[in-house]
C-alpha cells in the first residue's frame, strides 16, 4: 500500500513530528507559541510543514495533507494488481472520478495513478482504460492540482514523452 493512501494513525507512526515557532501574522500569540508542525517521514524523507494557523492542530492537520500529497507525487510503488482499488471503484461511476482536491482520498488516488502510469510507460488513456474512468477524466485528476499537474509531465518528459497541455 502506498504511504499516501495508508490510516492517518500508521503514517504518523511513521513519522517525526516537531513543534516550532514562526512569525507573520496572527500577532503576539504566534511568535511566542510553537503552533507550526513539521512533519518528517522517516523511510522516505519527505517533510512538509504548515505554520498559516494559530493552532497547533489545525496545522497539524494541514501538514499532515500536505505530506500525504507530496508522498504521492514523490513515491512509486509497485501496484499490487493492476486493477483499481477499492478506493478507486468507490469514488468512479459511469466513467467517471468523483473526488474534490481538499477531499482526504485525493492524494491516495494521485498516488495510484501515477503508480499505473509508471508500469504502463506513461500511457494516458490505457491507464484510463484499466482504472475504468475516460481519459478526459483522469486527465482531470491531476489539473485540479497544480503541483501533481507538474509532477506527472515531469515524470513524462523524463521518459521522452511530450508534456500535456
Not at 11 to 33: A, E, I, W
Not at 151 to 158: E, G, M, S, W
Amino acid at each position: 500500500m502506498h504511504p499516501a493512501a495508508l490510516p492517518a494513525e500508521v503514517l504518523l507512526s511513521d513519522c517525526d513530528t516537531t513543534h516550532t515557532r514562526r512569525s507573520g501574522p496572527g500577532g503576539q500569540h504566534r511568535n511566542k507559541v510553537q503552533t507550526a508542525v513539521i512533519l518528517l517521514h522517516r523511510p522516505s524523507g519527505c517533510s512538509a510543514e504548515a505554520s498559516e494557523r494559530r493552532s497547533q492542530s489545525e496545522n497539524h492537520r494541514v501538514a499532515l495533507k500536505r505530506l500525504r500529497l507530496r508522498l504521492a507525487l514523490e513515491i512509486r510503488t509497485m501496484p499490487e494488481s493492476l486493477e483499481p482499488t477499492r478506493l478507486w471503484q468507490a469514488r468512479t461511476h459511469a466513467r467517471q472520478l468523483k473526488v474534490s482536491v481538499d477531499h482526504d482520498d485525493y492524494p491516495a488516488l494521485v498516488a495510484e495513478a501515477l503508480n499505473q502510469l509508471h508500469v504502463a510507460n506513461w500511457e494516458m488513456a490505457r491507464v484510463a482504460g484499466t482504472l475504468g474512468v475516460s481519459t478526459s477524466q483522469f486527465t482531470k485528476l491531476f489539473r485540479r492540482m497544480p503541483s501533481a499537474w507538474v509532477a506527472l509531465n515531469v515524470c513524462r518528459t523524463t521518459h521522452g514523452l511530450p508534456p500535456l497541455k
